[in-house]
């Protein structure tokens, strides 16, 4: 089974702080995506990833920035957390054959 | 701007009954559908892909596509408690390493006992 984990289920931070928020998979997935997700809104990509140190733009790339360093580790970088930003996170990652894309459990992010 | 749109719900039917959940797409170039189920505080979770015209059954679900009129639909026969959820329709779009999903917004299903 593909796993995809994300480093906190939920997390409460402050206006203002750098907040990282990280991915990991473990079926050598090529492609990797952070979306946010909002009552009424669905599902939003931020940004992706289609090889180590690639990254491409989402629909909503501002205030956000991402790192792929290793294959199966993706972060999504929130450089200076505004109230905004307040969301679920989600990860995801597909290979290129099926383009499937598999969801981590989310990370609930609270910012003051 | 590629859009998706799913019939807005909520949707309630009576278990056993069969839900009928709608999506339309704009872009003609997409190339898959997907739909995905997301409970409450969960992440979606795949339960279909369909990727050319027809229907294609996997239990009691049915996807149908129709890329002449952009539209995808799945069907739940059987509806149970249990398929309470809400149903994301996404289409991948783009080329190469480009290729993205777009999602709709859900739509809310509600299988009463």
């Known amino acids: 089974d593909v796993k995809v984990t994300q480093s906190s289920r939920y997390l409460v931070k402050r206006t203002g702080e750098k907040v990282f928020l990280e991915c990991v998979q473990d079926m050598d997935h090529e492609n990797m995506f952070w979306y946010r997700q909002d009552p009424g809104l669905g599902l939003r990509l931020i940004y992706f990833s289609y090889d180590v140190k690639m990254k491409e733009k989402g629909d909503i790339p501002e205030g956000y920035s991402v790192s792929r360093e290793k294959k199966e580790r993706f972060s999504l970088i929130l450089e200076s957390a505004s109230t905004n930003q307040t969301s679920m996170y989600l990860c995801?990652?597909?290979?290129?054959?099926?383009?499937?894309?598999?969801f981590g459990p989310g990370t609930r992010l609270t910012v003051l | 701007q590629k859009e998706v749109e799913q019939n807005s719900g909520p949707l309630s039917v009576p278990e056993g009954a069969i839900a009928s959940l709608n999506c339309t797409y704009s872009?003609?170039?997409?190339?898959?559908f997907f739909w995905y189920r997301q409970y409450s505080g969960k992440s979606p979770e795949l339960i279909m892909s369909i990727y050319s015209n027809g229907d294609k059954e996997d239990g009691r679900f049915t996807a149908q596509l129709n890329k002449a009129s952009q539209y995808v639909s799945l069907l739940i026969r059987d509806s149970q408690p249990s398929d309470s959820a809400t149903y994301l329709c996404?289409?991948?779009?783009?080329?190469?390493?480009?290729?993205?999903?777009?999602f709709g917004s859900g739509t809310q299903l509600t299988v009463l006992p």
């Open positions: 995801a990652s597909s290979n290129g054959g099926t383009d499937t894309q598999y």
């Open positions: 872009d003609r170039g997409s190339q898959s």
């Open positions: 996404a289409v991948l779009g783009g080329s190469g390493s480009a290729r993205q999903l777009t």
